[in-house]
């Protein structure tokens, strides 16, 4: 019954065939019109959706709990996180300012921009932020300075403030004098600045506010909402070239004095976006190379060549069309149809082609041999197209929208890949001019001559396999799933480099999961989550009303009237008078001179000095105004303007939730009244074991806790239950679809068998070089096993159907197209293993250990067993 099928099938595909080389010119001109038609309606209609996040069913409970977290709180989603750092805080701060400002003004590319702990309420109330040990030892500091600073409140000018310090030196103690060496360092890098026309300003946050940061550099942060345009492949494309362009500016402005730099999710996905299409652009240039030398070593004619590939990019366009028609939009898996597409569709026009080859050589003519290669293949073409399309269709059931789509389109590529080779490859290769020299023989021969050896020891071909089969099932359950996608990412990018800084130094930008409850269950919650061990601290709306404020307030109290009347006045810098600032410079210079507390004991002292004596050696320059100004601006203009803040910061007042500002409260209160509770971990996250950890230990007591890192978990463990289901439906339909038309239970075995067994060796290699599964290389999966179907299928189609003289598959072409299409895959998709972006070079790595343990199985023990089954 089973070879009636495939008689009835090589029957109507012969004469199909037939009717192609009958009416070749009438062929190529529909498929040209239909390309062209494909193809423009293809480009008009065609959607991208780089949404990560839709990829996977909203039915799923953790994804309605983390698109009921980003509706509600939508500015903390989805956000660019700029960096603004330098050694000078002046700049820095006017710099993040300038950036805000321009990107506040572009609605159209950006929807929010924040720049944390600024604005009018933290301009008055920041002190209160610090820990009540911080602030004391800041009030320390500024008494300890204010004889230094008092002189100033009268006369804002560079003449006072270094007729000051030279008292200061002059009337000093070594120890006195030594207290003042961070200021002494600073002012001489300022006259050494303005000597040489370079830009400084003296760090008088460092000196009088955090010594401890003297070297670390200044910092502000920019919170970027941006308008995401997701029907591109770049959706923050123009929102980050726009900030980059204006960096740019700033960078001219402040004459490099700042470094700008990216990260957050939206700016590391366009990164990794930019990594992997230059990888893929690599890739392609080097598989089209690699895939044409194949190709012409398989079929030996550059008019087979070009048949193969106009065949394969016309079957393509219009599974491209098929797909706008079905799903619209593609997401970032269901693009991957084309990878499969052209990894599947060239079995098929190597198969007929190499047949017809066969034929030709034995004195056919063309138009006989193709109608005649295509009786002889056309049942393997067919099986192989319906198991294979089959096998795709059932990933449709899956809650994974993206592999789900991806398994519609694929499935009927292979139905349209079955329908142009069958009609546009013979009809091209009729008309197209042939070379008459073939190298078929000589293939043949050499890969009989190499395999051989080895499959003419069946027995120990057979026991080595069950050997090795055994073996790798052991360690199937090794095989592990790396959920966080932030390992995927090229390290050495700017975002990257970026997160991974402030994961070490900062809360910013650091991974926590979240809870949304109502306000009246918030406090008792909160209390409940911080006595978790692994929760490091909960942040709540109430988190941002400072604590010890009576005890800060009289310390700032204090601190006011210290410090007199000095922060009273409005700090207004004078114009310089240029020879009063001559004569109190010499006058400094011969303070140090004289002093018996300096004496060259003090390094800053002696510094000092030295750039003292380079400017007044400049004596045709000393009487420039420009030139004083310069100093005064490089020496005070930070701090006028810190003196200006804490005037204001000296004013706090008491601070409840009901002052708090509405931008800051609508971070954390949503409009129906539910407040965010945000969860810091204990432990490092990045690690999946932590992270679980974490998340297990926290739905104990909040089952719709949700956050980044709840997603990179569940989505990746959906993935994988996806996977599992999808491959368990993937097998019962080859199973029914190769017992449907093979009628044979132990040539179904064999047809599955090797496939089996190359997934084994695949999972058992990633499992012993601990090679996880991710995001980007399970998409090989359904391509390894779609490979794996079509090869052994026709193989033993061959032996059924039309068995070789002497028994040995190895010389016959269908062994050469076996052979080929591996080839050809692995050259088209294995070099991707050299791609910088690590999910690319890693869905390179798995496709060559699935496509050489492949061919190794088809080519080696399927022979054997094969031959066993069919003596001859």
């Keep these: 019954m089973g070879s009636q099928l495939d008689k009835k099938i090589g029957a109507y595909t012969g004469r199909w065939v037939r009717w192609s080389v009958t009416h070749p010119l009438a ?341 006989a041999a193709l109608p005649e290669a295509a009786s002889d293949v056309g049942s393997s073409l067919a099986i192989a197209a319906t198991t294979t399309a089959a096998a795709f269709y059932s990933f449709i059931p899956t809650e994974f929208d993206g592999i789900s789509e991806l398994g519609l389109i694929a499935g009927t590529g292979m139905f349209i890949s079955l329908s142009a080779t069958l009609t ?138 210290a410090l007199g009347p000095g922060l009273d006045a409005e700090i207004q810098p004078r114009p310089p008078d240029p020879d009063r600032t001559e004569r109190a410079l010499r006058s400094l210079e011969a303070a140090i001179s004289q002093s018996e507390a300096t004496a060259g004991q003090i390094p800053s002292v002696t510094r000092l000095q030295r750039s003292l004596n380079n400017w007044l050696d400049d004596k045709a320059e000393t009487d420039d105004f420009a030139r004083v100004a310069a100093l005064q601006s490089a020496t005070l203009d930070e701090l006028a303007d810190l003196l200006g803040r804490f005037q204001l910061l000296l004013l706090a007042e008491p601070v409840d939730m009901s002052v708090l500002p509405s931008e800051i409260v609508d971070q954390w209160v949503s409009a129906d009244g539910r407040e965010l509770l945000e969860i810091f971990p204990r432990e490092d996250i990045t690690d999946e074991k932590a992270s679980r950890r974490l998340i297990e230990q926290v739905r104990q007591i909040a089952p719709n806790v949700t956050g980044v890192p709840v997603v990179y978990i569940e989505a990746g463990d959906s993935i994988v239950q996806a996977f599992r289901i999808a491959f368990v439906y993937a097998l019962i339909a080859v199973v029914i679809v190769l017992t449907v038309f093979l009628r044979n239970t132990v040539d179904t075995i064999l047809v599955l068998g090797p496939v089996l067994l190359a997934a084994a060796i695949t999972g058992a290699t990633a499992a012993l070089f601990d090679l996880p599964f991710n995001f980007a290389n399970i998409i090989t999966l359904p391509l390894l096993l779609g490979i794996g179907v079509a090869t052994t299928i026709h193989m033993v189609y061959r032996m059924r159907t039309a068995p070789p003289d002497g028994g040995s598959l190895l010389v016959t072409s269908t062994s050469q197209a076996v052979l080929f299409s591996g080839l050809t895959t692995l050259c088209s998709f294995g070099n991707m293993a050299f791609s910088p972006h690590a999910g690319m070079a890693s869905m390179g790595t798995f496709l060559t250990i699935g496509l050489v343990a492949t061919l190794l199985c088809t080519l080696i023990l399927l022979p054997v067993l094969l031959e066993r089954r069919y003596p001859q």
């Design 424 to 561: 546009l490859l013979p009809a091209l290769l009729v008309v197209l001019p042939r070379s008459t020299k073939n190298a078929a023989s000589l293939r043949t021969w050499t890969l009989e001559r190499m395999l051989r050896p080895i499959t003419s020891r069946g027995v120990a071909v057979i026991a080595i396999a069950a050997a090795v089969g055994i073996g790798s099932a052991f360690l199937l359950d090794k095989v592990r799933f790396d959920s966080n996608p932030i390992n995927l990412r090229d390290a050495e990018t700017e975002s990257v480099k970026a997160y991974f800084e402030l994961q070490a130094e900062t809360n910013i930008g650091r991974a926590t999961l979240k809870l949304l409850l109502p306000r009246s269950d918030a406090a008792d919650m909160k209390s409940r989550l911080a006595s978790l061990p692994l929760v490091e601290a909960v942040a709540s709306l109430e988190s941002l009303v400072p604590s010890d404020q009576e005890e800060k307030l009289l310390v700032l109290e204090d601190l006011a009237m």
């Design 27 to 367: 062929i190529i001109v529909a498929f040209v019109a239909a390309t062209a038609l494909f193809l423009a309606y293809s480009i008009d209609q065609m959607g991208i959706d780089t949404d990560t996040a839709e990829m996977l069913s909203e039915r799923l409970e953790w994804r309605q709990n983390f698109n009921e977290f980003r509706s509600t709180f939508p500015d903390r989603y989805k956000t660019i996180l700029v960096l603004v750092d330098g050694q000078q805080r002046l700049a820095v701060v006017d710099a993040a300012n300038r950036l805000r400002d321009a990107m506040d003004n572009d609605g159209k590319l950006f929807e929010a921009v924040y720049r944390p702990g600024s604005g009018d309420f933290f301009d008055r109330n920041g002190l209160l932020y610090l820990k009540l040990e911080e602030l004391e030892q800041l009030s320390d500091k500024l008494m300890t300075a204010q004889p230094l600073l008092g002189p100033l409140s009268a006369d804002f000018t560079i003449g006072t403030f270094v007729e000051t310090l030279e008292r200061a030196i002059r009337e000093g103690s070594e120890k006195d004098i030594a207290s003042l060496s961070p200021v002494l360092d600073q002012i001489a890098l300022a006259i050494d600045a303005v000597n040489t026309n370079q830009s400084y300003h003296v760090d008088w946050s460092k000196l009088l506010v955090d010594e401890s940061t003297s070297d670390q550099l200044h910092r502000e942060f920019l919170v970027v909402k941006p308008n995401l345009e997701f029907s591109r492949i770049q959706p923050a494309g123009a929102a980050i070239r726009q900030i980059r362009a204006l960096s740019k500016e700033i960078d001219a402005v402040s004459q490099n004095a700042v470094r700008i730099r990216l990260t957050g999710a939206v700016s590391m996905e366009h990164e990794e976006m930019i990594s992997a299409s230059r990888g893929a652009g690599l890739a392609g240039l080097l598989a089209l190379v690699a895939v044409t030398v194949v190709l012409w070593l398989a079929f030996g004619s550059l008019a087979s060549l070009a048949a193969g590939i106009i065949t394969l990019v016309c079957g393509l366009i219009a599974t491209a069309a098929f797909a706008t028609a079905a799903v619209g939009s593609l997401n970032l898996i269901s693009v991957a149809f084309a990878v499969l597409y052209i990894g599947l569709g060239i079995d098929f026009v190597i198969h007929l082609t190499l047949r017809a080859q066969e034929l030709v050589q034995k004195g056919t003519p063309i138009t």
